[in-house]
RNA sequence: GGGUAGGUACCAGAGUGGCCAAAUGGGGCAGACUGUAAAUCUGCUGGCUUACGCCUUCGGAGGUUCGACUCCUUCCCUACCCA
């Protein structure tokens, strides 16, 4: 039922960042083997960003290949952690979740990465399960399995200790907290980003300290958002959503730098080995202009999420739209309660969200960002007749039909 | 518990009674150029306003003053050193 071992090996180390121990992996894999019982894949879910992009697929899509493989993958929602409210890198400490909330967002969790994932071999667990029935007095045991020396190790935690910044004691128990998980779950491989190699790691650590098989830990490069520099992330807003449209996501591919482009082709689009290679050969020779690369990428990526089809017309759109440089065939419409026909602009942008104050539509006008059916706006106090639909265009890429209700 | 240094806009960081909506840099947005890339150049970057001005903002709350980001009181928060 399962590959050969080398088979599932080749595959497993596919693009991975780490894997360790390889050789702990291997005989998990041949006793997998010889007993037909597969093994338990684990990858743990932050509920409190729900909304999944490209970077979180990456990790998603090795899970993926484990679950081809006849593998169990085990999605952990953390829960039990959300509900604190995890204060890691001092952003405003984020509003602890309520249970019904976590479970909520594990929903959405989950469907969008079916998008990526099998339903088969798939399970979905909160962690609160079990850490919730912890007493005070197995927390102390677990605090005891680990020191401060250990913990300061955690490259974010020895940073921030170094600048000065305040870090809390209970984020000393995160780490402990997802270690335990493994334990609970008898976890024999976990996998996570290159940001989580510590507390993977930690993950080992504490299997062993209760006598269990530790686990394996397989980590992935942390993709780069849109901007190129800093990891994707919703909050950055540079990334690239699973659920995005197909347009949305051929564009914001078609913006990414030069040099990523090989790496969205590796991880955002999960081509295989060869196709990447033969691609970074040929963007090194000259012989591929990047921006066909770019194209290409683009597309398998939205071929990847939605369908051949839609890669075709979103490659399609995004050239009439800037190459000719014309409108995108389908605008969103909208209609504004108006007293009358005509309006200032700086009111409808507001309105409709197009600028985020008055203030900041004057600042585009004068940018000249603004454009009105094609026309350039030029004066901050022009109005609009809007009763008839009116194309309106902000920046590159927004654009809204809009009329009088 | 004692001491020291701090808390300023998205971030970093100037500013020590009016000239401060607050220097500078980064980031962001817009424009030109392009391959919706990079680099470069230009403009903008609290809100409202028919641009005259008004309102909110410099950890919180009070106070002094004609006037406070700047002075005082008090509270909260952070780091470091000593115990």
């Known amino acids: ?19 360790l121990p390889e050789n702990e992996l291997a005989q998990k894999i041949e006793r997998s083997l010889k007993t037909g019982k597969s093994l338990q894949i684990k990858l ?25 493989l006849g593998h169990n993958a085990v999605l952990l929602i953390g829960d039990f952690t959300g509900m604190i409210g995890d204060p890691t890198g001092r952003s405003k400490t984020r509003p602890a979740l309520t249970l019904e909330e976590t479970r909520q967002n594990g929903q959405s969790y989950i469907e969008q990465a079916t998008h990526v994932l099998s339903s088969e071999r798939l399970a979905l667990v909160y962690n609160s399960e079990w850490l919730g029935k912890l007493s005070f007095t197995d927390v102390v045991a677990l605090t005891a399995k680990f ?39 008898d976890t024999d491989v976990e996998l996570g980003g290159t940001d989580q190699k510590f507390n993977l790691l930690v993950g080992r650590e504490l299997q062993r300290a209760y006598g269990k098989e530790p686990q394996c830990i397989l980590t992935m490069p942390i993709l780069e958002g849109t901007d190129g520099v800093e990891k994707m992330s919703k909050s950055l807003g540079n990334y690239i959503g699973i659920t995005d449209s197909p347009r949305e996501m051929f564009g914001k591919t078609m913006s990414i730098p030069d040099s990523l482009i090989a790496r969205y082709f590796r991880y955002g689009a999960f081509a295989a080995d060869a196709d990447v290679k033969a691609m970074e050969s040929g963007l090194q020779s000259g012989s591929l202009h990047p921006r066909n690369a770019k194209v290409q990428t683009a597309m398998s990526i939205v071929a990847r999420y939605h369908g051949d ?15 000719n440089k014309d409108v ?6 909208v209609a504004l309660a108006l007293e009358s026909a005509t309006a200032a602009i700086v009111d409808v942008l507001a309105q409709t969200g197009l600028a985020a104050s008055k203030g900041e539509a004057r600042r ?33 890429r927004k654009f809204l039909n809009i009329r009088k209700a």
């Open 147 to 185: 020191t401060v020396a250990q913990m300061l190790e955690r490259d974010d935690f020895s940073k921030r200790y170094k600048a000065g910044e305040p870090i809390s004691i209970h984020e000393f128990l995160y780490p402990l907290a997802q270690g335990y998980d493994s334990v609970a779950l």
């Open 364 to 396: 585009l006008i004068q940018g000249g960002g603004v454009s009105v059916d094609g026309e350039r706006v030029s004066d901050i106090a022009a109005s609009v007749d809007l009763s008839t639909e009116r194309t309106f265009k902000v920046g590159k």
């Open 328 to 333: 995108p065939d389908e605008i969103e419409s």
């Open 1 to 19: 039922m399962f590959p050969p071992l080398n088979e599932q090996m080749d595959i497993i180390r596919s693009g991975v960042q780490e894997l």
């Open 309 to 323: 089809e839609a890669a075709k017309g979103a490659f399609g759109e995004f050239e009439r739209m800037f190459v």
């Open 44 to 68: 743990g879910c932050d509920p409190s960003r729900p909304d999944l992009h490209l970077g979180h697929a990456v990790v998603l899509g090795k899970m993926r290949q484990f679950q081809d």
